[in-house]
Nanobody
């Protein structure tokens, strides 16, 4: 079992930046979990944004955010980050972090989810 708490969301103008954080607490070592970020805009399904492997050596991104977003983790702080640059109004959504012990299905296969943090990008 792992608990995930996102933070760092807010309102930003188009072209701006935000950094989301996701703090994990678990009976298992944080580095046991691959981590992902997802988002859900109003009226749309939740979609994959980015993922990072347990050790941080592998990352993957949705095409819509490649070159603008980066994902990183600090296993000593039990935290994963999503740095979002060059934000666009279409990035507006609730952003969720997720954890799973396997990285094999990084676009979908997560057992644990946070409550989400709202990101709003104004034009």
């Amino acid at each position: 079992q792992v608990q995930l708490v996102e933070s760092g969301g807010g309102l930003v103008q188009a072209g701006g930046s935000l950094r989301l954080s996701c703090a994990a607490s678990s009976g298992r070592t944080f580095s046991s979990y691959a981590m992902g970020w997802f988002r859900q805009a109003p009226g749309k399904e939740r979609e994959f944004v980015a993922a990072i492997s347990r050790g941080g050596g592998s990352t993957n991104f949705a095409d819509s955010v490649k070159g603008r977003f980066t994902i990183s983790r600090d296993n000593a702080k039990n935290t994963v980050y999503l740095q979002m640059n060059s934000l666009k109004p279409e990035d507006t959504a609730v952003y969720y972090c997720a954890a799973d012990t396997s990285y094999s299905d990084y676009r979908r296969g997560y057992d644990y989810w946070g409550q989400g943090t709202q990101v709003t990008v104004s034009s």
